[in-house]
T-cell receptor, first 108, second 118 residues
C-alpha cells in the first residue's frame, strides 16, 4: 500500500520568511514523488518532481529515502506563494496517491 | 491549445438520480485519469484509461460508478443511484503517455466538476 502524509493543514508565514511544507510517505518500493499546487480558483498543477532535481518558483524538494520524506522548501516566502500544496506519490503503476494538502498563507 | 475541459462545472442532483460527468482531455493524450476530491481531502484515484480501455479501475468505490472512453478521447464518468456521500469534486487528468512511461511525463488536470447530491 502507498500512503502520503502531510501533517499540517495550514501553515502561516510572514513574507520573506522561510517556508517548509512537510511530506512523508510510505511505500515499499522506489517511488516517484511530486508536489502539486492549486492557486485560488485555478486548477491543480504540477510544481516539481523529485527526479528533476530543479528549483521552480524558488521552491526545492529533496527526496530523503532514509526518513521517507519529500519536504518542500523555499528560503523567502512571497505573497503569490499563498496556495494549497499537495504532495503526491506514484508507485509502480500509473496512478498518483495524494496527501490531504497544506494551505500556505503568506502574510504581509 | 486548450487544457483538460470538464463539464458541467457544477451539478446538483437529487439522491437516487443518475449523473454523467464529461471530460475532454488534451488532444493527443492517450492516458486519462479520474480522481475524486472530498472536502478537506486530497484527490483520490478512481480509474485510469489507456486509449479506449480501462487499464486500472481499482479506485472505483462500488458498482454504481462506471466510466467509458469509447473513442480514446472524451471520457464520461457515470454514477447511478447517487448518494449524499458521492458529493465531491470530480477531477479528470490526462497525460501524453502513461505516467509510468518517460521521466518527464506530466498529468494535466481539469478544473473539476463539483457534484452535490441533495
Amino acid at each position: 500500500a502507498q500512503r502520503v502524509t502531510q501533517p499540517e493543514k495550514l501553515l502561516s508565514v510572514f513574507k520573506g520568511a522561510p517556508v517548509e511544507l512537510k511530506c512523508n510517505y510510505s511505500y515499499s518500493g522506489s517511488p516517484e514523488l511530486f508536489w502539486y499546487v492549486q492557486y485560488s480558483r485555478q486548477r491543480l498543477q504540477l510544481l516539481l518532481r523529485h527526479i528533476s532535481r530543479e528549483s521552480i518558483k524558488g521552491f526545492t524538494a529533496d527526496l530523503n529515502k532514509g526518513e521517507t520524506s519529500f519536504h518542500l522548501k523555499k528560503p523567502f516566502a512571497q505573497e503569490e506563494d499563498s496556495a494549497m500544496y499537495y504532495c503526491a506519490l506514484r508507485g509502480g503503476g500509473n496512478k498518483l496517491t495524494f496527501g490531504t494538502g497544506t494551505q500556505l498563507k503568506v502574510e504581509l | 491549445g486548450a487544457g483538460v475541459s470538464q463539464t458541467p462545472s457544477n451539478k446538483v442532483t437529487e439522491k437516487g438520480k443518475y449523473v454523467e460527468l464529461r471530460c475532454d482531455p488534451i488532444s493527443g493524450h492517450t492516458a486519462l485519469y479520474w480522481y475524486r476530491q472530498s472536502l478537506g481531502q486530497g484527490p483520490e484515484f478512481l480509474i485510469y484509461f489507456q486509449g479506449t480501455g480501462a487499464a486500472d479501475d481499482s479506485g472505483l468505490p462500488n458498482d454504481r460508478f462506471f466510466a467509458v472512453r469509447p473513442e480514446g478521447s472524451v471520457s464520461t464518468l457515470k454514477i447511478q443511484r447517487t448518494e449524499r456521500g458521492d458529493s465531491a469534486v470530480y477531477l479528470c487528468a490526462s497525460s501524453k503517455v502513461p505516467l509510468g512511461q518517460g521521466a518527464g511525463t506530466e498529468a494535466f488536470f481539469g478544473q473539476g466538476t463539483r457534484l452535490t447530491v441533495v
